[in-house]
């Protein structure tokens, strides 16, 4: 079974900065790759970032340069690090593994239960 724990969210001033972890158990994540998501109430879960296992990332547009994925596949943990956050941002962020260099949501089978981050203005 695996599971992935998120921490490191909270409460931050606009232009500050957070970073995210993902840890995760069991077998999945070696070889896999490993996205960020978020979501705001009422609306889509959007892919924010992802990373293969040999570090290759991907952003979306309105997190690129601010944002860095990464990955340490000795202890099976994604990171997020967020720079320059903005209150539009406030969202609740999730991890998530697929075998596959997937986009869609139901493309990744693995989820963590989400993680609070609030940007003040």
């Known amino acids: 079974q695996v599971q992935l724990v998120e921490s490191g969210g909270g409460l931050v001033q606009a232009g500050g900065s957070l970073r995210l972890s993902c840890a995760a158990s069991?077998?999945?994540?070696?070889?896999?790759?490993m996205g960020w998501y978020r979501q705001s109430p009422g609306k889509q879960r959007e892919l924010v970032a992802r990373?293969?296992?040999?570090?290759?990332?991907n952003y979306a547009d309105s997190v690129n340069v601010r944002f860095t994925i990464s990955r340490d596949n000795a202890k099976n943990t994604v990171y997020l690090q967020m720079n320059s956050l903005k209150p539009e941002e406030t969202d609740v962020y999730y991890c998530?593994?697929?075998?596959?260099?997937?986009?869609?949501?139901?493309?990744?089978?693995?989820w963590g239960q989400g993680i609070q981050v609030t940007v003040s203005s």
């Open positions: 990373i293969n296992y040999v570090g290759s990332t």
């Open positions: 069991g077998s999945v994540f070696s070889g896999n790759v």
């Open positions: 998530a593994a697929s075998n596959a260099w997937a986009v869609y949501t139901d493309e990744y089978p693995f």
